[in-house]
């Protein structure tokens, strides 16, 4: 089996980039990319691709910065664990410094699994941001696909109360053309997590032809809260599937 990362990199001043055009990065983590200066990150699948992580812990893309500005912007058309949610979450994106401009933006159009074995950290998709900047994250309104994690499908926190920007999330098209489902396993999880303690607006959107899953007792479909800016909701004609276990 995998022992390593597969694609590792690192930056001071100057973009990162990755880009898997075919074929399938395995390993510990499949993609890491870490930045502690101003050129940001820009993780790329092409479709067709896969990412697995083969080691329970591991996240399958991580892109993390330290540094005062730069954007992380990670897009995947490909699948994530295709195979299995074995690591810990699918995608997984962090800024640390408080002081950071780093807005993070996630686009997903196809499958990506997060894991089911660990109930403390496994997310399809993660953004979380001590720093300045926005979330925004978009999943399958371009395609038909999967987000699932065993805390939960995506998950978005902003920490910082100075921050005063927005915390978006937006999946399926507003035509209802694709199906697509956000599903969480674990009890006391939720298929959406959006956490704002900044600020800045929280907007949740779930468009039509998405179905919200949670398997997990105590769960629920949309977790969100804001603190001083407005909290928007908006599900139009999707399902929310709740199924509770006793006993």
Known sequence: GATGIGVRTEGVNGLIKVDLNAGAVNGIGGIFAKSTGTGGITIN???GTQ???TVEGADTIQAITTGASGDINIKVLGSINAGGPIGDDGIRAQVTNVLSTTNINI???NQVLGSTLDPVDGNGIEAVTNGLGAITIVTNTKGNGQVLGG???IN???SNAANTKTLSITS???AGAFTSTLTSTEVNSAAVSAVNKGAGDTVITINKGVTLTTLGSGSTGI???TTTGLLTVTNALSQV???AYYG
């Open 156 to 158: 978005a926190f902003i």
């Open 151 to 153: 805390v939960s499908a």
């Open 51 to 53: 990412g697995n992580s």
């Open 223 to 225: 977790n969100a809260s």
């Open 241 to 243: 599937v709740v199924y």
């Open 45 to 47: 699948t092409a479709a």
């Open 107 to 109: 686009e997903t159009q």
């Open 172 to 174: 399926g098209d507003a």
